[in-house]
T-cell receptor
Framework: DTGVSQNPRHKITKRGQNVTFRCDPI?????LYWYRQTLGQGPEFLTY????????KSRLLSDRFSAERPKGSFSTLEIQRTEQGDSAMYLC????????????FGPGTRLLVL | GENVEQHPSTLSVQEGDSAVIKCTYS??????FPWYKQELGKGPQLIID?????GEKKDQRIAVTLNKTAKHFSLHITETQPEDSAVYFC???????????FGKGNQVVVIP
């Protein structure tokens, strides 16, 4: 069990560019979550998947954001036309069936939009 | 939705002393309460959690207590060590709701 992994760990982009982040959950974890964390705040829920189905989305997830989990394993989070307000740490977490509430987080991807 | 608040925002303790962080929540339907430790540049690490059918849980130097009537829960760290210095987040997860609502975090500084 290698834990949740996320790539890249850091991303610097210019305003207006598109970015994509990847999350690999703990193997056999069927649920995968995305959160966003800004400086001095706790993580805020964005969306979650059960297997390949996206079951819940926060109102924080504007139409510039899209998340996928096509094969029920890894997930991607894409931000189109980035804005400076998108600068944050994007965290991924996973949990397994039978203990769905217990979420294990990855190291995060820190995004800076210039 | 669930609203979680943490107090105090910063806590400094002498090495070897105990640290206590309190959280309050708003949704009486919440039934799962984890605590996470986050070090600089890293993701949150689950350190202990408690479910609503239990009033207290302990794991070595760490314990969590839950008061459902008052809607608050606390993290207790005994015999603090410098490596306990970090930001600690509490969270709550309502029944049937898969999102975790986090507090703003507590910066704990253990002074050697």
């Amino acid at each position: 069990d290698t834990g949740v992994s996320q790539n890249p760990r850091h991303k610097i982009t210019k305003r207006g560019q598109n970015v994509t982040f990847r999350c690999d959950p703990i193997s056999e974890h069927n649920r995968l979550y995305w959160y966003r964390q800004t400086l001095g705040q706790g993580p805020e829920f964005l969306t979650y998947f059960q297997n390949e189905a996206q079951l819940e989305k926060s109102r924080l997830l504007s139409d510039r954001f899209s998340a996928e989990r096509p094969k029920g394993s890894f997930s991607t989070l894409e931000i189109q036309r980035t804005e400076q307000g998108d600068s944050a740490m994007y965290l991924c977490a996973s949990s397994y069936q039978g203990s769905e509430e217990t979420q294990y987080f990855g190291p995060g991807t820190r995004l800076l939009v210039l | 939705g669930e609203n979680v608040e943490q107090h105090p925002s910063t806590l400094s303790v002498q090495e070897g002393d105990s640290a206590v962080i309190k959280c309050t929540y708003s949704d009486s339907a919440s039934n799962y309460f984890p605590w996470y430790k986050q070090e600089l540049g890293k993701g949150p690490q689950l350190i202990i959690d408690i479910r609503s059918n239990v009033g207290e849980k302990k794991d070595q130097r760490i314990a969590v207590t839950l008061n459902k009537t008052a809607k608050h829960f606390s993290l207790h760290i005994t015999e603090t060590q410098p490596e306990d210095s970090a930001v600690y987040f509490c969270a709550a997860n309502s029944y049937g709701n898969n999102r975790l609502a986090f507090g703003k975090g507590n910066q704990v500084v253990v002074i050697p």
